[in-house]
């Protein structure tokens, strides 16, 4: 229940949506150069992506020490994570730690969700509207939206018709919610899928899992941290610090395949596969690069679950077969590939008896319908653009974002974008973002915004536009980078291909040596951005990248 106040109704610097990790260090970096901020966020409170996904088993794919702030010295003396991966209750707890610290709460209005960001040309401002009445007219606009923080809702005839409980893992309930005994459907088998069926599996009297497309996941082997973790994580600090500001920190390692026998290929994925987690996909420095690289890991894998699952039958319709390992996200779990030797798990193979109807008392397939209680639907996120389409955001001319992007998003460096004057995107379309460690992309895209915006100032810049040429340039280097790997290869949310209608591009930049990239265009004036000192005066017009 939203709590009443009066419409907000301000002039300020700088407008911030979403408080999510991003947003957070957003204002902690405006207040450093005395700017005035307003922040807006549809939830009722902190914590971005871990406000909302409160499914069963919710938990960072990251490890936690390396999933955590570096700018605040005093933060990380202060807060000790419990387990190698946090699960969501704790994740949210270190960002509602944060923001009492650094007094960030004070800079949002919660529970109200941002309706329109609109360019006025003559006053160079924005004017944005939410759905409690505000009108917030700012220099800047910076957006923290997420990239994965509109959930993709369920389309299946008659599901309105359904007489049980439904649920989406990204809009889970606030208040525990109880499957013991019961009889649960779930759709959908990605990582918050995989993470919850495990957990709901425990205590439901039956899950019935409906599976369209299998995908490769790889044990966490979850833990304790204890003492010697700390302290050997501090040690190896520094170097992880200068890797993260160079630029240079991922999961790509190891040596080529070519460069190895076969017994040493298998040594390095058995001692990933018992280290646990995403680093497996760097195993190989060539894995999503060559497809016979990527054939190896994949059928190591393959191995490892014919091991695990007991049945056959069940066995072979879990093993990915339609694209490379690492194309698709994969998923890092907890004795997901064991919970289908449960007498209460069946996996419903919907290759071969694919979904017709969602009935009043189940789900109904071509062959058989399922009877049951609850349907969790884990169907995924409007990846990367989502959370921006589905606003009215209107640039120079009143042209919108949505017609931008008619053809898929494009943007400069995955910061800015051509026609939206002093509009930011953190972890935007053409940036690393969700192949990387988010909340390390979310600093490094937060400091060279704060460094721009200060720069702005010491130079009398008002106005800063990414350059047309430099956007097209910079979209096709995407394009080219992706197209040197096996990522498009899958029909993943990476290229938006879960969502009918979404115009098909990638768009993660995967080309390497992005902050390096970024802190040129900055070292030389912002090259690559028209800049504008005054409404009377003449933009300049750096030179495209």
């Not at 204890?226 to 160079?246: C, H, S």
């Not at 419903?348 to 639907?377: C, H, S, W």
Request: proline share 6%; hydrophobic share 40%.
């Amino acid at each position: 229940m939203s709590q009443d106040r009066a419409p907000i109704v301000a002039e300020v610097d700088a407008v911030v949506v979403g408080a999510g990790f991003g947003g957070l260090y957003m204002v902690h970096r405006l207040r450093k150069l005395g700017m005035s901020i307003q922040g807006f966020d549809a939830a009722g409170g902190v914590g971005g992506t871990w406000y909302w996904n409160r499914y069963p088993g919710a938990r960072c794919d990251i490890p936690s020490l390396f999933y955590s702030y570096t700018w605040s010295p005093e933060v990380q003396q202060a807060w000790r994570w419990s387990e190698k991966y946090a699960a969501q209750p704790e994740i949210l707890a270190y960002a509602e730690f944060v923001a009492e610290k650094y007094d960030l709460k004070r800079a949002f209005a919660f529970e109200s969700k941002v309706s329109s960001a609109v360019w006025d040309e003559v006053a160079r401002r924005w004017t944005v509207t939410t759905d409690r009445g505000d009108r917030v007219n700012a220099r800047f606009c910076i957006m923290a939206t997420g990239c994965l923080s509109v959930p993709r809702a369920p389309d299946l005839p008659g599901q309105d018709s359904f007489e049980g409980e439904t649920f989406h893992t990204g809009r889970w309930p606030h208040e525990p919610v109880s499957f013991e005994g019961r009889r649960v459907g779930v759709i959908g088998t990605g990582s918050s899928a995989i993470q919850s069926i495990t957990e709901i599996a425990k205590t439901a009297g039956h899950v019935f899992i409906f599976q369209r497309t299998p995908n490769f996941s790889v044990p966490a082997r979850n833990a304790p941290l204890r003492d010697e973790d700390y302290a050997a994580f501090w040690e190896q600090y520094p170097a992880y610090r200068q890797m993260v500001l160079e630029g240079t920190a991922g999961i790509a390692g190891g040596s080529p395949f070519r460069s190895l026998t076969a017994e040493q290929q298998r040594a390095r994925f058995e001692e990933l596969w018992n280290i646990g987690g995403a680093g497996y996909l760097g195993a190989l420095a060539d894995l999503l690069t060559n497809p016979v690289a990527n054939d190896a890991a994949a059928d190591f894998v393959r191995e490892k679950i014919r091991e695990i699952v007991k049945d056959p039958e069940v066995a072979e319709a879990l093993l990915p077969d339609d694209h490379p390992i690492g194309a698709k996200r994969i998923c890092v779990d907890t004795g997901y590939y064991d919970t289908f030797n449960r007498d209460n798990v069946t996996l419903v193979n919907l290759r071969k008896e694919p979904i017709e109807a969602i009935t009043p008392a189940g789900v109904r397939t071509r062959d058989q319908e399922y009877p049951v209680e609850a349907i969790v639907f884990g169907t995924g996120f409007d990846a990367m653009t989502g959370a921006l389409l589905n606003l009215d955001i209107l640039g120079r001319g009143g042209f919108t974002l949505a017609e931008a992007w008619r053809e898929g998003p494009r943007t400069y460096l995955g910061l800015q974008i051509a026609g939206f004057p002093n509009f930011f995107t953190i972890t935007g379309p053409g940036s690393p973002s969700v192949l990387s460690n988010m909340i390390s992309s979310c600093e490094q895209h937060v400091d060279w915004i704060s460094d721009c915006l200060g720069w702005l100032q010491d130079n009398g810049v008002e106005v800063i536009e990414a350059d047309p040429q430099a956007q097209e340039d910079w979209v096709e280097k995407v394009n080219e980078a992706a197209d040197k790997t096996l990522f498009p290869r899958a029909n993943s949310w990476y290229i938006g291909a879960n969502i009918p209608g979404k115009p098909r591009l990638f768009m993660p930049y995967v080309g390497g040596h992005y902050r390096s990239i970024c802190n040129q265009v900055a070292a030389e004036s912002y090259r690559g951005f028209r800049l504008s000192k005054s409404a009377g005066s003449a933009t300049q017009r750096m030179a495209p990248a």
